[in-house]
């Protein structure tokens, strides 16, 4: 066990240089800037921002442990949790590791700044002291006889015992704002159980904290002092690996038809950023999604750079420039890159559709940023992360695991957000069938900093373990007599393009069945593909032979695709068989065409040539435009695309320490403390050393504390710097009030800007 020190300071001093570096890995942010000496490490560390920040990473064990320290001391802590000695001594060895505890000649005492934190530990009130209260005038009595408060417990009436057993485990604070409950109030504060806060006619009382652990029998907590357990289901590894190779198939099979969405009809870029609500249905009929869904891959898409506005005067969303380098990925390699962009993004899916504060939260908007989500996330994953391999366990018991892990951040009704990303997370394929995946855990075991998403290695060794899992793409379907067309498996890009351009998807799962129709070969013609090159490309990419009836309906749409030829004039017209002219002008569905005949085999419309396409195919018709010397053109795809934004969409940056960094900072705080003057070393002839404004109030607020004299130098009112042995009494308000020399009858008040060091007396 460490050695006792005289102060928190002189704790940290005694440290060995591997303590110091690992106290630096356990609170960063006492590394950040660096620390000039030890002095100053012991004064950043005992602030209240930084005690604060350690507090919120402790789990439920030691941050009771921290209250039982508190309230009952090292010695009653055993009983107070009902733990063991040892493992009470090895909880009390982590705190002291991250210096929220040291070892006083008297024992151990907590940092000062973690009573200034956990004013309440544990749910008690303050104690008689603070109360101005005598124990003696308590149930409790001077000696703490709990035997005494049992016995004012039983004396009371129904309605009392009531009050007290409603206090008791929750809140040692109580208001009495009715006449009948002020009688209650009169009879608690009367048997020495509750204390009046604000005299006889006020309405709250509090129970001091040495009667409320009286009336929890010595005891903290109700619960055990163990983290919360509950039978989980367990899924084979292997098993949830598939269901999520499945997911993955079917997140990138969405985020493609996304892009071919947009790049048909992009949305406008709302005022305030965003898409319009009208524009997020629309996507997610498009991709047979539902709403919260689509906003997910929609939010996903943008994080990892492949969608964003394009930047013009009426700005579009539209797919990015890098959208069409990350298309020719591998699957598994495309999917690393968005579980990188997801871990690490603040925005919030879940946000999009809710109303905040009266303003509706837009999918792709400034307000679906979140930063805390980041942070929500990380510690949903790390709960799976510390599971079994296979668990796959509800989210009410990963609520309970995180409140445990978490319980200052994620107290008791405080929303853990956990249904949102295990949500997401199955939609992800990082976790299947409720358990983290084999490529979940290689995703969560990359540390989060700004190099990892453009990491080569890291994105292919987290691609590795999804594409094992993954089954390998087919280059054949199995075409059907009832014009439909299964899938088996993922489809090569060759054969995924031309069913994509010949067929429409009618459904999903684990595998994909095509419809032909007229429209979707009218399409593959468009393309510039002939009837027979169609036959060929179906014979070529099918196991069973090509069925009578697709023939038929290949060969129906290619007699009649073509007969009508449009050109511009406005626009005309033309074809061979004057009987389908004499049907068009005939027409009464096409009288706003204005088609006129002038010659038997040519009309003329004044409608653009786009125009009269659309319309004529509209009407069940399969024109084809063409040239001035008769040439038939065929359509091509030319898409716009934004500019490719920064990869990470995230403002968050994370830099890390690592072990290497945190011994060279020990080694040059131990070289800085060899330099400075020690207070052994002080006389009346030495001037008090300059320290950081930091470690001139918390040396001060430690002095206050433990009443021990210091010295200080500071500046008189002429403007010189002196010197003075000072006894400090109270640090408030930018001002210390305390006597100055052997004399303790004159106080003496300075402001703390004038005082330019302190050093031990």
Not at 65 to 78: F, K, Q
Not at 399 to 421: C, H, I, M, N, Q
Not at 491 to 507: C, G, H, K, P, Q
Not at 709 to 717: H, K, Q, R, S, T
Request: with cysteine; aromatic share 4%.
């Amino acid at each position: 066990m460490p050695r006792s020190a005289r102060s928190f300071a002189d704790d940290l001093r005694g440290r060995a240089d591997d303590d110091l570096a690992a106290l630096l890995l356990a609170r960063p942010d006492l590394a950040r800037p660096a620390p000039a000496d030890i002095t100053s490490l012991a004064a950043r560390a005992s602030t209240r921002a930084s005690v604060q920040r350690a507090l919120e990473h402790l789990d439920a064990r030691l941050l009771h442990l921290v209250e039982a320290l508190l309230v009952v001391g090292a010695e009653g802590a055993p009983s107070a949790l009902g733990a063991s000695r040892s493992a009470v001594d090895d909880g009390i060895r982590e705190l002291w590791h991250q210096a929220l505890v040291w070892r006083s000649p008297d024992g151990w005492r907590t940092a000062r700044a973690v009573g200034e934190t956990l004013t309440h530990p544990a749910g008690l009130g303050r104690s008689a002291s603070d109360l101005d209260v005598r124990l003696a005038d308590l149930a409790v009595g001077s000696e703490g006889d709990f035997d005494a408060v049992t016995r004012a417990y039983n004396a009371l009436s129904p309605r009392a015992q009531a009050v007290i057993d409603q206090l008791r485990w929750t809140s040692a604070r109580g208001s009495f704002t009715t006449q009948t409950l002020r009688d209650v109030r009169r009879e608690l504060v009367g048997a020495g159980l509750m204390v009046a806060i604000d005299g006889e006619r006020g309405s709250d009382a509090v129970i001091p904290r040495e009667v409320g652990l009286a009336l929890r029998g010595g005891r903290l907590y109700r619960e055990a002092w163990a983290p919360p357990t509950a039978e989980m289901t367990h899924v084979e590894q292997a098993s949830a690996d598939d269901a999520a190779a499945g997911d993955v198939l079917d997140l990138l099979w969405r985020l493609d038809e996304v892009v071919a969405a947009w790049d048909a009809q992009p949305p406008r870029v709302l005022r305030t950023g965003g898409v319009a609500v009208r524009d997020h249905r629309r996507t997610a009929v498009a991709i047979d999604s539902s709403s919260d869904r689509t906003a997910f891959v929609l939010e996903l898409s943008y994080a990892a750079g492949l969608l964003a506005p394009d930047g013009e005067a009426d700005p579009l969303w539209r797919p990015t420039e890098f959208y069409d380098e990350w298309a020719t990925w591998t699957p598994a390699r495309r999917w690393a890159h968005l579980a990188f962009a997801w871990r690490d993004t603040t925005r919030a899916a879940s946000l999009a559709g809710q109303t905040i504060d009266g303003t509706l939260v837009n999918v792709l908007g400034k307000d679906a940023s979140w930063p805390l989500m980041r942070a929500r996330r990380a510690d949903v994953l790390a709960t799976l992360a510390a599971l079994e391999a296979g668990s796959a366990p509800t989210t009410e018991q990963v609520d309970a695991l995180l409140r445990w892990k978490r319980p200052l951040r994620l107290p008791e009704g405080a929303p853990t957000r956990a249904d949102d990303v295990l949500r997401e997370a199955g939609w992800l394929g990082v976790t299947g069938r409720g358990a983290l995946t084999s490529a979940g855990r290689a995703l969560l075991a990359v540390p989060s900093d700004d190099s990892v998403p453009t990491s080569e290695a890291n994105l292919e060794s987290v691609a590795a373990l999804m594409a094992a899992s993954m089954p390998q793409p087919v280059s054949q379907v199995m075409l059907q007599g009832d014009l439909t067309a299964i899938a088996p498996g993922p489809l090569t890009e060759e054969v995924a393009t031309f069913m994509r351009r010949s067929a429409d998807v009618e459904s999903r799962g684990g595998a994909t069945v095509f419809r032909f129709t007229e429209s979707s070969i009218r399409r593959l013609l468009d393309h510039g593909v002939s009837s027979g090159e169609a036959l060929e490309a179906l014979r070529r990419h099918s196991m069973t032979p090509v069925p009578q009836a697709l023939e038929y309906l290949l060969g129906d749409v290619a007699r009649r695709y073509g007969h009508l030829r449009v050109g511009s004039v406005g626009s005309y017209v033309r074809s061979d068989d004057e009987g389908s002219l004499d049907a068009l002008v005939a027409d009464s569905s096409l009288a706003s065409l204005q088609l006129r005949r002038i010659a038997s085999t040519v009309c003329v419309s004044p409608l653009p040539a786009s125009t009269l396409l659309d319309v004529l195919r509209e009407h069940r018709h399969a024109p084809v435009a063409e040239t001035s010397d008769g040439g038939v053109v065929v359509r091509t795809e030319a898409v716009k695309r934004s500019p490719t934004p920064g990869r990470r969409s995230t403002p968050v940056r994370v830099v890390r320490l690592d072990g290497e960094e945190a011994t060279a900072m020990t080694q040059r705080m131990r070289e800085a403390e060899k330099s400075a003057v020690r207070p052994s070393q002080h006389d009346e002839r030495t001037r008090i050393p300059s320290s950081d404004p930091t470690v001139t109030l918390t040396s001060l607020q430690d002095a206050a504390a433990d009443r021990a004299p210091v010295w200080i130098g500071y500046v008189d009112a002429s403007g010189d710097i002196k010197r003075a042995l000072f006894r400090p009494t109270s640090v408030s308000g930018g001002r210390v009030v305390g006597q100055i020399g052997d004399n303790t009858t004159t106080t003496r008040s300075f402001s703390i800007h004038r005082i330019t060091g302190v050093a031990p007396a």
